[in-house]
Nanobody
Framework: VQLQASGGGSVQAGGSLRLSCAAS????????IDWYRQAPGKQRELVGS???????NYADSAKGRFTISRDNARRRVYLQMNSLKAEDTAAYYC?????????WGQGTLVTVSS
């Protein structure tokens, strides 16, 4: 199983970024995919999840600003982030659980300057 997150970068507060998570080695369409983030000096936290059926749930910090979507044909999950704030600065990771094992992508760094 491999997950690869991409799309991070530097943006000013109020800007937008779209992250992508590409998956291989799994029956992608049946799995819930999670997005997490980890800011410097802080614990990793859940940003949101998208189920196999396409239903998304979000942490309070992401509600109304972030949107998670998936493209099963392309085996990708997306995290659209709008109205970015300095506190969104973090490394962002995607995660999947398969057969009781947890797999993480390598992370992509988002830096938001105020």
């Amino acid at each position: 199983v491999q997950l690869q997150a991409s799309g991070g970068g530097s943006v000013q507060a109020g800007g937008s970024l779209r992250l992508s998570c590409a998956a291989s080695g799994i029956n992608f369409s049946i799995h819930t995919i999670d997005w997490y983030r980890q800011a410097p000096g802080k614990q990793r936290e859940l940003v949101g999840s998208i189920s196999s059926g396409g239903s998304a749930n979000y942490a309070d910090s992401a509600k109304g600003r972030f949107t998670i979507s998936r493209d099963n044909a392309r085996r990708r999950v997306y995290l659209q982030m709008n109205s970015l704030k300095a506190e969104d600065t973090a490394a962002y990771y995607c995660k999947v659980v398969r057969a009781g094992r947890t797999f993480w992508g390598q992370g992509t760094l988002v830096t938001v300057s105020s």
